[in-house]
């Protein structure tokens, strides 16, 4: 059978930060058409985890390649192919949701001739067509996330990297949101951090169960028939449960 | 179009569609105006002594000269507000990881923020400039000394602003930013004083001092040494302001 390269690779990826380990050999893959969900309570170092995929942070050690490219190596070829969104939407509340758009779409690098037709992509995939005239700053919590989604996606990236994308939603902004990140997936991968088990149910392929920084388990989830058992056992453990483990 | 000059542009964008650039554009606008006026008042009662005075200054020396000396006093002022949010607005409103996680190198953001912030400054003096220029339809003006004096405030200006992009790397909170960027400004501006004052007059002191390379340019001479001096000045406060992106990526 042919296995499909990973979209991302992460190999033996540690961080430490002020003599603290923030993250602990972590090695993983997720290959083109999969949602992976990275699951861990706050602290585990879902965060991190994201910003050196995205590479805003550096590992202390181990390689994160996207696509085959080392992110150290190649670090502005590398970011090209990957759409970030933080916890919290990075707008610029000065401009309007279509000048944000355009701004980002050029930031990624898309061509001025192709601009509009992204911009007009971003907004019709993230449903803010009436909203493309106000003030981001202007905008509810749910649209802020939407435009924050919008920016990444507009420059159709490989790697789709979210943290916490539904914190905050009302439900249905949170099962719109779900079905359009089941509707990118179709051409990319994309990895959500989440503490919320629905999010991962609801629309994720694999989850990845993070605790203190280490990866304490990674399956399709299919195979992990009582997710919420074996995340509220993993998050539990005490520190001397996980150096026997 | 390059990554810095995208984020430049956005930069000049957001700065002009809020109140900010604007009132500052007014105050300074204002200010110099009336200074002017003032001196354009003093002059043209002063004027038929002079015409019997050999080799008595002219417009530039009593209006042109003491209002670009006094613009260079308020730019010491205005640069630290117009930096201070530059970078670290971006951290405080959570929309750095925008720049970080696109494909642009730390300095190249950097870069396109100092060109953001150096638009409003160089307009400013721009805008100064013009008023001593429109004596020149009335009068003969020292335009040559006039091109020294603004390529010498225009570098100053870019000096000022890298050190305020600087203060701005180093910190997210922007009141802080500016305050250390009217410090180390001021201090940078009153060294030459200060030293002449306990009287070093030829030292290195002197030299480190900004005014010391800025008053030959209103002088209206141009001197290799003031030039390098100034972007020796600029490059090395953009390329701490990059090593302080280089650091957050590595430290957080």
Not at chain 1, 10 to 15: K, N, Q, W
Not at chain 1, 116 to 128: D, F, G, K, N
Not at chain 2, 74 to 99: Q, Y
Request: hydrophobic fraction near 50%; aromatic fraction near 6%; glycine fraction near 8%.
């Amino acid at each position: 059978m042919n296995i499909p390269a990973p979209v991302l690779s992460l190999s033996h990826v540690s961080r430490r930060l002020s003599g603290n380990t923030i993250v602990e050999d972590l090695s993983l893959d997720v290959p083109r058409g999969v949602v992976l969900g990275l699951l861990g309570v706050n602290g585990a170092g879902k965060s991190t985890t994201l910003r050196m995929m995205v590479g805003m942070l550096t590992p202390s050690t181990g390689t994160v390649f996207v696509e085959g490219r080392d992110l150290a190596s190649h670090p502005q070829l590398a970011r090209r192919g990957i759409g970030y969104l933080p916890e919290e939407p990075p707008l610029h509340g000065e401009l309007t949701v279509e000048e944000y758009l355009r701004f980002c779409a050029r930031l990624h690098g898309i061509g001025r001739d192709k601009v509009h037709q992204a911009v007009e992509q971003a907004i019709a995939r993230c449903e803010l067509g009436e909203m493309r005239h106000r003030l981001t700053s202007l905008l509810s919590k749910g649209f802020r996330q939407r435009v924050g989604l919008a920016q990444a996606i507009i420059h159709e990236p490989s790697l789709i990297v979210l943290d916490e994308p539904a914190s905050g939603l009302d439900p249905i902004q949170a099962l719109r949101l779900r079905e359009l990140m089941r509707s990118m997936a179709k051409d990319c991968a994309v990895v959500l951090s989440t503490h919320v088990l629905s999010d991962v149910l609801a629309c994720c392929d694999r989850v990845a169960i993070l605790h203190r920084g280490r990866l304490r388990k990674t399956a399709p989830l299919s195979e992990i028939a009582a997710l919420e058992s074996e995340f509220v056992r993993i998050a539990s453990e005490s520190p001397s449960m996980e150096s026997a483990a | 179009m390059s990554g810095f000059l995208l984020i430049a542009r956005n930069d000049v964008k957001r700065q002009f569609v809020q109140p900010f650039a604007w009132v500052v554009l007014a105050l300074t606008c204002a200010l110099l105006a009336w200074q002017f006026l003032v001196a354009l008042d003093a002059y043209l009662r002063i004027v038929p002594k002079l015409a019997n005075v050999p080799n008595s200054q002219g417009a530039t020396d009593l209006i042109a000269i003491p209002l670009l000396r006094s613009l260079s006093g308020l730019l010491m002022l205005i640069v630290p507000l117009a930096t201070m949010r530059s970078l670290a607005g971006e951290r405080r409103n959570h929309s750095l990881p925008l720049l970080l996680a696109a494909g642009i190198g730390n300095l190249r953001i950097v870069l396109g923020k100092f060109l953001g912030a150096y638009a409003l400054v160089a307009l400013v003096v721009v805008i100064a400039l013009a008023m001593p220029l429109a004596l020149h339809f009335g009068t003969d003006m020292d335009l040559g000394r006039l091109a020294a004096a603004a390529l010498g405030l225009l570098l100053y200006a870019g000096a000022l602003t890298a050190i305020g992009i600087a203060c701005s790397a180093w910190t997210s909170h922007p009141a802080l930013a500016a305050a250390a960027a009217l410090v180390i400004g001021s201090f940078l501006a009153m060294l030459d004083m200060g030293a002449r004052f306990q009287g070093i007059d030829n030292a290195l002191i002197n030299w480190l001092s900004l005014s010391t390379h800025l008053e030959p340019f209103l002088f209206g001479l141009v001197a290799s040494v003031d030039i390098v001096y100034f972007l020796l000045l600029t490059t090395l406060a953009l390329l701490f302001a990059g090593r302080r992106l280089d650091g957050l990526r590595a430290h957080g």
